[in-house]
T-cell receptor
Framework: DAGVIQSPRHEVTEMGQEVTLRCKPISGHNSLFWYRQTMMRGLELLIY????????DSGMPEDRFSAKMPNASFSTLKIQPSEPRDSAVYFC????????????FGPGTRLTVL | GQQLNQSPQSMFIQEGEDVSMNCTSS?????WLWYKQDPGEGPVLLIALYKAGELTSNGRLTAQFGITRKDSFLNISASIPSDVGIYFC????????????FGPGTSLSVIP
């Protein structure tokens, strides 16, 4: 099993540019989570999907952030326009509903906005 | 909202020493989880606890679900250099579905 796959692993962009982060959950998992990790705020849940439907997006910081899950094997997190304060590591995690304790995390995307 | 506090924030210990860290909350949780994050990687689940008083081991790691349901403890015995990393507690409050809350983490450094 390949585990949760995220791309890119590293992204450096300039303020104002659009950034798209990608995630492929583990096959058979029906819940997907996007987290942001910073030194100041730790791990924050941004949004999660169940069966491709967004369940709770209350953690999304503002309208510049959007997430989609067009099918069971792919999700994107988009930031438009990006700002330096968006610099963080963004993690995607997946789990199988009914086994909610075992969230499997991807390796993360380290985003730097200059 | 609900928050978790972890202590200590960081630890520097000698290889072979035992380690204790804890996690507290002002409200009750139904499930407590302990994760470890290695540098440059995502968190990996170490131990899951499901009921008050439960004590569970995973190799040299032992974790307990507090009786009050507001705290949990993680102990590591005979630490080794590969124990280095950040240890997060996490939990599900009774009112949430799939929405786990993470603590700020305890950073562990092991001196060979």
């Amino acid at each position: 099993d390949a585990g949760v796959i995220q791309s890119p692993r590293h992204e450096v962009t300039e303020m104002g540019q659009e950034v798209t982060l990608r995630c492929k959950p583990i096959s058979g998992h029906n819940s997907l989570f996007w987290y942001r990790q910073t030194m100041m705020r730790g791990l924050e849940l941004l949004i999660y999907f169940n069966n491709n439907v967004p369940i709770d997006d209350s953690g999304m910081p503002e309208d510049r952030f959007s997430a989609k899950m067009p099918n069971a094997s792919f999700s994107t997190l988009k930031i438009q326009p990006s700002e330096p304060r968006d610099s963080a590591v963004y993690f995607c995690a997946s789990t199988q509903t009914g086994n909610t304790d075992t969230q499997y995390f991807g390796p993360g995307t380290r985003l730097t906005v200059l | 909202g609900q928050q978790l506090n972890q202590s200590p924030q960081s630890m520097f210990i000698q290889e072979g020493e035992d380690v204790s860290m804890n996690c507290t909350s002002s409200s009750i949780f139904n499930t407590w989880l302990w994760y470890k994050q290695d540098p440059g990687e995502g968190p990996v689940l170490l131990i899951a606890l499901y009921k008050a008083g439960e004590l569970t081991s995973n190799g040299r790691l032992t974790a307990q679900f507090g009786i009050t349901r507001k705290d949990s403890f993680l102990n590591i015995s005979a630490s080794i250099p590969s124990d280095v990393g950040i240890y997060f507690c996490a939990g599900w409050p009774p009112t949430s579905y799939d929405k786990v809350i993470f603590g700020p983490g305890t950073s562990l450094s092991v001196i060979p």
